[in-house]
């Protein structure tokens, strides 16, 4: 495969147009459509047009945590805690910013806005992440002491209504500390409107880490590793998939976190296969796409892996011209903005 570079999914994007707030309503945001042969401006329902009755359409449904904790620890200093993954229970690996960074055995106390504090001890290190053990169950201390985790890009603190608009209307399943966005656009109204035309829901479920705001730090890709996430490929949504490929039928995933799930979960000759484990799959151009006929998902960061992905799906020089013409036309980018619907211009090949 041809040497790939950091610099070649670098775009100019005016902060302004960096969505700060999500829309009052889900599904009032724009949609761009993305083929080989059309980039179209639409708003995010009509979506309804562009998926077919026998469409199988795959959903993360993971929830976020409450995964930033603010505290100190006992000899004075404050602390921040961002968890990147329950492990058990009562314990959890997480990013810490503090002045000088916490050894094994030191105690930290966390504290909510009543006064109540936690205390959680620092039990060792993976990496760049610190293991914490809890005295109670970890998703409880989360909900009375944590906030909702918003992307650094988000510029301000997380309010309440953040606990309910930076999650999917069928998030389920605890663990994330970061919403799939794509998702964040679909009511249950929508939701219900395709299932009357014939087009299949199925949800799987993908814990995204913070290590998706993490930039990529070197200009040849192939020395990048990719931060590994928790995926469960479900029995009958499995079953689901390879029935709807035998049929010809589309297999069509909301988010990258849903495509990247069920790509992990395919075999070489594009069977899916049931299961939970880890993924760091890295796409990228030149990845043969086993499964995936169509996204639909956010506006990504400049070089990101994200928008390396959508290029592999798309073609890295129509993607930038479609991400050129979203910038003209003042699209909303971000976890909070607008949405593309990409048809994979490969899958014809």
């Not at 970890?138 to 209504?161: C, M, N, R, W």
């Not at 990048?224 to 995926?231: A, I």
């Not at 395919?266 to 796409?283: K, M, N, P, Q, Y």
Request: with cysteine; glycine share 6%; charged share 25%.
């Amino acid at each position: 495969m041809q040497e790939q570079h950091l610099s070649d999914f670098d775009f100019e994007l005016p902060p302004e147009l960096i969505a700060q707030y999500p829309l009052e309503n889900r599904s009032a945001s724009r949609l761009l459509h993305i083929t080989k042969d059309v980039i179209e401006d639409c708003c995010f329902t009509d979506i309804e047009k562009f998926l077919r009755p026998g469409d199988l359409l795959i959903a993360n449904n993971t929830k976020v945590i409450k995964a930033r904790l603010l505290g100190h620890k006992a000899t004075g200093g404050s602390i921040e805690a961002l968890i990147e993954r329950v492990t058990g229970e009562n314990t959890a690996i997480s990013m810490i910013r503090a002045s000088k960074s916490p050894k094994p055995g030191t105690e930290i106390q966390f504290e909510a806005e009543g006064g109540c504090t936690e205390s959680v001890t620092v039990t060792g290190r993976q990496g760049q992440f610190f293991e914490l053990a809890f005295n109670r169950p970890v998703l409880d201390v989360l909900e009375e002491f944590g906030k909702v985790p918003l992307p650094p890009y988000i510029t301000h603190a997380a309010q309440k209504s953040d606990e309910s608009r930076y999650q999917t209307v069928y998030a389920k399943y605890p663990g994330a500390v970061a919403a799939p966005t794509a998702g964040l656009h679909f009511t249950e109204e929508l939701l219900g409107r395709l299932a009357d035309k014939g087009i299949d829901i199925e949800y799987v479920t993908l814990h995204v880490g913070a290590g998706t705001f993490q930039p990529v730090r070197v200009e040849n890709l192939s020395e990048h590793h990719m931060h590994s996430e928790w995926y469960c490929m479900p029995e009958n949504v499995a079953a689901r998939i390879n029935q709807a490929k035998s049929e010809g039928r589309r297999v069509i995933a909301v988010g990258t976190t849903s495509l990247r799930t069920i790509e992990s979960a395919a075999d070489r000759i594009g069977h899916v296969e049931a299961g939970s484990r880890d993924t760091a799959l890295f796409i990228t151009p030149g990845y043969r796409f086993r499964i995936i006929d169509a996204l639909v998902t956010n506006f990504h960061l400049p070089k990101s892996t994200l928008v390396m992905l959508v290029s592999a799906l798309a073609g890295r020089e129509r993607i930038l011209e479609a991400y050129r013409h979203a910038v003209a036309e003042k699209y909303r980018f971000f976890s909070y903005g607008d949405a593309c619907f990409i048809e994979n211009a490969h899958m014809a090949d």
